[in-house]
């Protein structure tokens, strides 16, 4: 089921502006008193969504010399940008243009469309001959374009979230299925999530360890397993990189606390 995952509006009927972020699970609730923009939030939703037969009789709010602003990201990675009355382009969909074969992104073609079905309303055409006139032009095209470019492929690759800078290049790092890897493969930093330090004491490499690690050259773990002693402990985790092929790591256990009588 597609869900909203972000949804921004501003300056949209009594909205001056908002930003929800519904939960992964269950219901979101939008409350409020009368007259405060609960049903201005739906109104958006469906603009934005629908385009601009769903647009508010009065959408600009009232007092604002800024036009409306809608913003809304779906589940699926979807993603819909108004800004007054012009439909932004995402990037996804300026990659998709690029791509889409000729007859597709031809404004002629819309052209002969909208006065196909112009006729149609009239009743001067016939909707079926229309519609089979599509069925033939898909199949055509599948049948033609099967499949995009290498280049094309590249620009729907998924972007990778930076994590932190090479402490050997200076580099991006970015996260992977397995692994925190310099962007600059020749570099050959890399900090693998199941690396036997972290295996040999029952934890897994998180991002948010890594980002400690790259940022401050530490991280503190708790919970880590020793099979000598049979027992959980904590300490800090110290990245201890030499240039090799892989990375070593330091542990610095917290200093213990005097007692009364001056024994540790």
Known sequence: MMKINKLEIENVKRVKAVKIEPSE????????????????????????????????????????????????????????????????????????????????????LTAEWEQKLTEIAKGGADPDTFMDGIRTMVQEIVSTYSCISEDGKKLFAPEKEVIGTCPRCGQPVYEGKKNF????????????????????????????????????????????????????????????DTGGKYINFKLEFPKRKEGVNGRK
Not at 48 to 65: F, I, M, N
């Open 25 to 108: 699970n269950g219901l979101t609730i939008i409350g409020g008193r009368n007259n405060q923009g609960k049903t201005s939030v739906l109104d958006s939703i469906a603009w934005a969504l629908g385009g601009d037969r769903y647009r508010p009789s009065q959408a600009v709010r009232e007092g604002s010399v800024i036009p409306p602003h809608l913003h809304i990201v779906m589940s699926n990675g979807l993603e819909v940008e108004r800004k007054g009355k012009n439909l932004i382009p995402t990037k996804a969909g300026i990659n998709l243009v690029t791509v889409l074969p000729e007859p597709l992104t031809s404004p002629m």
């Open 181 to 240: 890897a310099c962007s600059d493969r020749s570099c050959g930093f890399v900090l693998w999530k199941n690396d036997r330090f972290w295996t040999s004491r029952k934890k897994e490499l998180t991002k948010k360890m890594a980002t400690d690690l790259l940022k401050k050259g530490r991280t503190n773990v708790k919970g880590m397993w020793s099979e000598k002693k049979q027992a959980a402990y904590d300490a800090a985790v110290i990245l201890d």
